[in-house]
């Protein structure tokens, strides 16, 4: 009897700090994220408020917002209407589900409009509750990169350097409209007056990705 309970102290010690173990790594990315999501915010750069229009002014934009009422819901896509007309409103992993708003709320939403969709980057409640979806809300979720930010290690945005960059490129009307995990989503102007959506990447280089 001796001999078996000298056998099993062991395999009963190791199960006990395996399950330490596991529970540990599990407790510790939440306990830093849950302490990283203010250091996170912080991290990110403040999106540029874009008044919003009719319904029925909407335009291929790369920066662009309009204000009703949610009419229908399909998934991660809605309908929102005013007294012009209505907008299909596509909101990414964000919205699936169709939980991200509810039929009938008062809504704007900012965002890209392109081929008849308005693409949300950020959709405010009528309480004034902002609501951060697509590429504006930083690194994509599970990724080293977002899992840094959660932290306070992320990459952060020199925004004054990157807007007089941008400047110096020739741009105007610069709206910040997004952040990635090394970059910024800019819409502006080229000298030609139609408007970009510009890459701008923390190191100062600019891209273009659209002329609307």
Known sequence: ??????????????????????????????????????LAQNNAATLTPVAPVAISALKPSAAIAAKGEVAEIYGNKF????????????????????????????VTVQGRFENGFLHAMVITRADGTRVVVGPAGGPPPGTLDWAKDKVGLGAKADVPKLTALVEAAGYSDIRIMGQGPRHLEVAARGADGRERQLHVGFDGQVREKRVF
């Open 79 to 106: 309908i929102v209407q005013d007294g012009s007309g209505k907008a299909l409103v596509e909101t990414g992993r964000s919205g699936e589900g169709g939980t991200l708003v509810k039929a009938g709320e008062a």
């Open 1 to 38: 009897m001796d001999g078996t309970a000298t056998d099993l102290t062991p395999k009963t010690t190791k199960r006990s700090s395996r399950r330490t173990w596991v529970a540990g790594a599990i407790a510790a990315p939440l306990a830093y994220g849950a302490v990283g999501l203010s």
